[in-house]
């Protein structure tokens, strides 16, 4: 069998001249790039659009259908959906080269400064599905590797743990092995888009702390953590970690486990995921802004970095069933309110969640006014604003963070 890895090659020459260093200043946002089509080489199917590898009404998980006006004839994978005037809908595949070179294009358009590219730790397990997965994905963080290094855009790895047990931290190891070794990810003379902090390439690692009975434990986390720091051969990394809203408590979405604030001062970033977490920023109570400002305060403290989440809103109606559009995007008001938020408790940074999440409605890239129609599903759309509106309001938002146009509310 071909080796998972065989197809990583050098990052092409592009506009990187140099490892962007820090994130003050600096809008990131998530990229998943866990799309697939039938025909995109992968052999996964309608990878995440659907129900396994079928996407039909029947067997939808996706809430915003993305535009792909822009994409070329061998970007588009035609599906069963049918538009208002019977034209077949189509969609894209992050597996194509071009496809994600547009979106990083994107990106550099409207002043967003990179992206952490996902990749699960299940992914990269043994067996014959985990490999074709575990291929496709290298071909994705080849394609944003690539991207990132054309458009002059900063991108860096974060794994995501979720669904993961402790013995799988092995496997774990090993892979981030061969991305150093063999894809050189992250070194300057091959990699000059990779995301540097204090000096040294930074790898994000999400779902450190949640209290949502995984089975890993943060002895397993630690384990990892010192691995991507210490190790002397493919190691010396900076370490970002994903952890829950209420992480500084430890309460709601957290665990009590006494060795968490020990496990998060190992890192150089906390960065909590407040998706779903609220639907309004309320500024009269302050409560949004005073929880900003106590994660602030503690990360100073510690010597650590903070880097928050934002979200344009959420919605996962056709994968559960739960009502469409759960927490409103009130026509980009929610969005903007948490980055005036950020900024009001002196945070010049953010995390943007995310780029091209359609399963759970908080993408911020092009969507489609004019998604496929039936019986049993449906679709948001940007409710009559541009398709482009929230790739907009987050490269202002990143002006708002750098002190370059003032805050207003409700904008």
Same mark, same amino acid.
């Given at each position: 069998?071909e ?11 592009g ?8 994130l003050r200043?600096r809008?990131? #946002? ?5 799309f697939?089509?039938?025909g ?10 659907g129900?396994?590898?079928?996407? %039909?009404?029947?067997?939808? #998980?996706?809430?915003?259908w993305?535009?792909?006006?822009e994409?070329?004839?061998?970007e588009?994978?035609a ?9 077949v809908a189509?969609?894209f ?8 070179d ?6 550099d358009e409207?002043?967003?400064?990179g ?10 397990q043994?067996?014959?599905s985990?490999y ?5 994905d290298?071909?994705?963080?080849l394609?944003?590797?690539d991207?990132a ?8 790895? !974060? ?9 799988q ?5 090993r892979d @981030? ?6 894809m050189?990810l992250?070194?300057?003379?091959n ?6 902090y204090?000096g040294?390439?930074l790898v994000?690692?999400w ?8 089975e890993y ?5 630690e384990w990892?953590i ?6 002397p051969e @493919?190691?010396?990394?900076s370490? !970002?970690?994903g952890?829950?809203?209420? @992480?500084r408590?430890?309460?709601s ?6 060795d968490?604030h ?7 970033v906390? %960065? ?7 639907d309004?920023v309320?500024?009269?109570s ?14 100073e403290s510690a010597?650590?970095g903070y880097?928050?989440?934002v979200?344009?809103?959420?919605s @996962?109606?056709? !994968? ?6 759960k927490?409103p995007r ?17 945070i010049?940074s953010?995390y ?18 004019d ?9 948001l ?11 907009k ?8 963070l ?8 409700g904008q």
């Open positions: 069998m080796d998972a890895y065989g197809i990583l090659k050098g990052a092409k020459p506009r990187a001249d140099k490892n962007p260093e820090g200043g809008v990131m #946002t998530g990229y998943q790039g866990w697939r089509a039938p995109d080489g992968s052999g996964l199917g309608f990878h995440h659009y129900v396994g590898r079928e996407f %039909s009404p029947e067997a939808c #998980t996706i809430d915003l993305p535009e792909t006006l994409l070329g004839q061998g588009r994978f599906t069963p959906f049918r538009h208002r005037d019977g034209r189509e969609v595949s992050s597996v194509h080269p071009a496809t994600v547009r979106h990083f294009r994107w990106m409207y002043g967003i400064d992206a952490f590219v996902q990749r699960f730790g299940t992914v990269v043994g067996g014959l985990s074709e997965l575990l291929r496709a290298n071909q994705k963080l394609n944003c590797r991207a290094n054309a458009n002059g855009r900063a991108y860096a790895l !974060m794994y995501d743990l979720s669904g993961m047990n402790p013995w931290f092995e496997e774990l190891a @981030w092995k061969m991305l150093r070794t063999r050189k992250g070194q300057d003379e990699d000059r888009a990779y995301l540097h204090h040294k390439p994000a690692i779902g450190v702390g949640f209290g949502d009975d995984r434990s943060l002895k397993e986390v990892f010192r691995l991507l720091k210490e190790n @493919w190691g010396g990394m370490v !970002m970690l952890v829950p809203y209420y @992480w408590e430890q309460e979405d957290a665990t009590r486990d006494d968490l020990r496990v998060l001062r190992l890192a150089d906390l %960065s909590p995921w407040a998706v779903g977490r609220y309004r309320d500024f009269q302050g409560r949004h802004l005073m929880h900003l400002l106590e994660d602030r305060k503690w990360c010597g650590v880097h928050p989440v979200f344009p809103g959420f @996962w109606h056709n !994968m559960t069933g739960e009502p469409l559009g927490i009130r026509g980009g008001r929610f969005f903007w309110d948490q980055f005036v938020a950020v900024r009001a408790a002196g010049e953010a943007v969640a995310m780029f091209d999440e359609v399963d759970e409605g908080t993408a911020i890239f092009k969507v489609s006014h998604p496929p129609v039936g019986e049993g599903f449906e679709f759309t940007n409710d009559g604003l541009p398709s482009d509106h929230f790739l309001l987050t490269g202002r938002g990143g002006q708002l750098r002190g370059e146009i003032p805050a207003i509310i």
